[in-house]
């Protein structure tokens, strides 16, 4: 497994819109549900419709859940709790949801154990270059 990247430019707006180059990741496409009940059902002996299932579940109750204040701890997966951006005010008498919410958010923590993966770094190679 290694994570393709490129090499692109960007103009840094900060900084007289002088050019810099960064490296950015590339997706290399999405995994939908129906793939991922397919991949966790060929290793565990639930059938991929019971996958499935249990996945939809899952994202009906993270909707309730986070809706209703409540932060997720998903063990392995990470943490994921509901978050606003909002609009300052010169003081709190003129805050009103209406007028200073501009969205809503959802927060992801990582797990310690997909930290210690970040911190660790993962293999990568440059797009056009062959695959490791």
Known sequence: MALQYRITKRNNTLQNNTPQYILQAISRGTIDLEQLSADISNECSLHQVDVQAVLIALGIKMEFY??????????????FKMGIQSVAAPNPEVL?????????????????????????????YKEGSRHL
């Open 66 to 79: 986070l809706q209703d204040g409540y932060a997720l701890d998903m063990g392995a997966v990470g943490k």
């Open 96 to 124: 009103s949801p209406k007028k200073n919410i501009k969205k809503f958010i959802i927060n992801y923590q990582p797990s310690r154990k997909l930290k210690h993966l970040l911190k660790a770094g993962v293999q990568v």
